[in-house]
């Protein structure tokens, strides 16, 4: 992919989202939902339909860009009183536990890992800029955690640290020397790539994660199916068909 290739050459640095780019943190949530229902005391035999119902609070939330995980434990609890069940709130603990059981069952996207160490290995600059969970620190944590931190020059998390993806981005462009157009941002949501954008940074989708296929995207915006493509764009693709998968 030319288009691909001429943007790997003159982007001096490199952004990227961390939920449904770099980790998949969508697959495992009914996992997550079912633990922390199990914990705030949801019988065994009423799982199913709480966690039914949890599920799909929690996907629609996500799918919009509108979940707040400060908001988890009220969202399990109104699940629970919809099945008729009067959980005893054991709120105290409750945000710790869901840091915990996200980062334990988060895993990262195929090729994930090894396009971060090959753009540090060819002298790019690499940064995370992505949205906070809602609860402060929490996404910090969770990268720290999961033990992604060592790929990044910089964490920048959107509202703590920046108010907003765009400012993140140019307030680092300005910070490293570097013009708009050599900074790209890799996401998988189309609201986000649109508007970095229109700013005037690359951006480079990967259908990954939650994709609004409704929303359109810009002409100049490369779209890619995963992650693996960037790979083989990095290091050619004989030598990333001879690395295991």
Known sequence: MQDLKSLVESVKMFSFDIDGTIIDSYSYMRDVIEILLLYLGVPPGMLQP???MAVEAWYEREKNATMDYSR???LLIESAEKNGITLIGKREEFNELLLEARVKA???LPCAVR????LKAIGKIVVTVSGGDGVP????KRIELGGLSKFFDLIAVVPEDYPSRIEALARLASQYGLSYNEVAHIDDRAEYVNSIAEAGFKAVLVK???LNTSIPLRDDIIVLDNLCILYETLVGKEQAAKEKP
């Open 50 to 52: 709480v966690s039914n």
């Open 72 to 74: 988890m434990y009220d």
């Open 106 to 108: 988060s895993q990262t």
């Open 115 to 118: 396009v971060l160490r090959q």
């Open 137 to 140: 620190g929490m996404k910090r």
């Open 208 to 210: 990954t994660g939650m």
